[in-house]
């Protein structure tokens, strides 16, 4: 028997006003399998991930990750209505899932290693020797055992980006989202972010990476998927997506990037 997929988004709808964002997205994230999301800008790739990690609600359609619908409880009616879940199971479906965004949103009035343990320490009640030996080795992964006690403004955008995934990881999520996690930093300091993922990705860990960096998606991706305009336009294998696009939309994308 084929496991569950990790994240399943059935028919996903979502609209702003009268403005039709996601017309109805249907993908699969097997676990410990990597996807990049590509698309043009206002192709709604932010909102869709926003979708998974209740950032925003779905309209219509579900997402499920790990086999929990988001957000709702299924109801045990023969219709099979689903019913808005308390926030207390929110807040624990939230926790699950790691989520890192183009800024990198550190705490300002705490150390690197300060904003690693802050969520153990205060939300998951870890002790703080724990959290401590636990953030180390998590700075470890990501290159940065030497600046534990620096404070976000002294440490570049790269490194504030690795603290930013040390911190999501802290919280031993069963998905990770990063939303161009590279695209706010300086050209130099891109390969160190990407090597970080690169890493997590080989650890087995499941990840959906809206991304621009198609070098990465070419190399780590297991399914690459083409958004535009709130659909899924073409996905697969990253050789068959990036490099023999079907559609012309992805083509005319993909000239726009490479
Ligand atoms: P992408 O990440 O692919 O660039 P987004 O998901 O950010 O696209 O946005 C898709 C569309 O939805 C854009 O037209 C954007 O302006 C609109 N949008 C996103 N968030 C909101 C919001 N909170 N309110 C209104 N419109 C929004
Ligand atoms: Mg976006």
């Known amino acids: 028997m084929t496991p569950s997929p990790l994240v399943e988004a059935r028919n996903v709808r979502k609209h702003f006003g009268a403005h039709h964002v996601l017309k109805g997205i249907d993908l699969e994230v097997r676990r410990g399998e990597v996807m990049c999301l590509l698309g043009p ?74 904003n690693i343990t802050e969520a153990p320490i205060g939300v998951a009640h870890h ?56 695209s706010a930093l300086d050209p130099e300091l891109v390969g160190d972010v990407l090597s970080v993922m690169r890493d997590l990705a080989r650890s087995g860990m499941t990840m959906i990476v809206v991304t621009h960096e198609i070098g990465f998606a070419r190399e780590v991706a297991d399914q690459v998927v083409f958004m535009d305009d709130g659909i899924v336009v073409e996905s697969g294998a990253p050789s068959r997506v990036i490099d023999d696009p079907r559609h012309e939309r992805t083509r005319a994308f993909l000239d726009s990037v490479l």
């Not at 603290?163 to 590279?182: N, Q, S, W």
């Open 41 to 114: 800008s206002g192709s709604g790739k932010s909102t869709f991930l926003r979708c998974i990690n209740h950032l925003e609600k779905v309209d219509g359609g579900r997402i499920y990750v790990d086999g929990e619908l988001i957000g709702y409880e299924e109801h045990a009616s023969r219709k099979g209505r689903a019913r808005e879940m308390k926030p207390k199971q929110i807040a624990a479906q939230r926790r699950s899932i790691g989520m890192v965004f183009q800024r990198f949103n550190l705490f300002p009035h705490l150390t690197a290693l300060g």
């Open 127 to 182: 002790s703080r020797a724990d959290a401590r030996s636990r953030g180390m080795e998590l700075l470890r992964r990501v290159g940065l055992t030497d600046h534990a006690g620096a404070y976000p403004a002294h440490l570049s955008g790269g490194q504030q980006q690795r603290v930013a995934i040390a911190r999501a990881l802290a919280m031993e999520p069963k998905l990770m989202l990063f939303d161009e996690p590279t």
